[in-house]
C-alpha cells in the first residue's frame, strides 16, 4: 500500500484519508533520457488522488508539462574552482552570491570552512570561518532578507548537533542564534514567506521545526 504525505500550513495531509487529493506546481527542468539533455519548463502539475473502493485502493498521480518556448539546452563551460576540496556541506544563495559552509575536506576532515562564489566575476572567497564548537559536516543552509544561517550539522563521529548561526555578509561576522529543538544533521531545509523550515535529517530524525529570524524563535510542528 502506497502513501502520499503533502505538508499543507494547518499540517500534514495522508493518502490514508478517504478520497485525498493534493497537487502543487514547481518550475525546473525536463530532463530527455534519448539525449541527455536538459530542457527548461515552464511549470510542472502533479496531483495525487486516493479513491478507496472496499478493500481497495487506488492512486492515481497525473503530470502535467508546460514547456518554455523555444526551449534551449545550454551549454556547460568551466568556472574557477573552489580553493580547497570541500564536500556534504550547506549551499545557499544571498545578494546573488553563493555560500558553502562546513563540509568535509579532501582528507574527509570535517571543517568549520565557509567561503562563497561571485558569479560575476567568476571568483571565490573566503568567509569568517563557522564559530561552532567543533568541526561540522552536513550543515542544513538558508538565507532570509541577505542573512545565511547555518542550520545544524552533524560532528566527525556523525552525532547531530542543535547549533545555529548567522551571517552578515555585509559585515563577515556570525551570531549565534536560538538552536534547534532537536539535534540533527543532514535536515531539509526550505524558506517559504520569510520562515525557516526544517525537517528530518540525521541520524534518524522525522521531526519538523519553524524558525522565525526576526523572533529567533523554533516552533515545532507536527511530525
Known sequence: MATISVWRAGGWKSSEDSKMSESCEMTGALSDRASGVLWPVAAVTVSARMDVEGPMRIIT??????????????????????????????????????????????????????????PDTDRWEDMAPLP??????HVGAASVDGIVYAIGGLTQSFQGVRSVFALDPATGLWTERAPLPTPRGAPGVAVIDGLIYVAGGLPGRTDFAVYDPALDEWTPLAP
Request: hydrophobic share 40%; no cysteine.
Open 132 to 137: 561552532a564548537r567543533q568541526p561540522l559536516n
Open 61 to 118: 498521480i497525473t503530470v502535467a508539462l508546460a514547456a518554455t518556448a523555444a526551449a534551449d539546452p545550454g551549454t556547460w563551460e568551466t568556472l574557477a574552482p573552489a580553493p580547497g576540496a570541500q564536500q556534504e556541506l550547506g549551499v545557499t544563495e544571498a545578494g546573488g552570491l553563493i555560500y558553502i559552509v562546513g563540509g568535509f575536506d579532501g582528507a574527509g576532515r570535517s571543517v568549520n570552512t565557509v567561503r562563497r562564489y561571485h
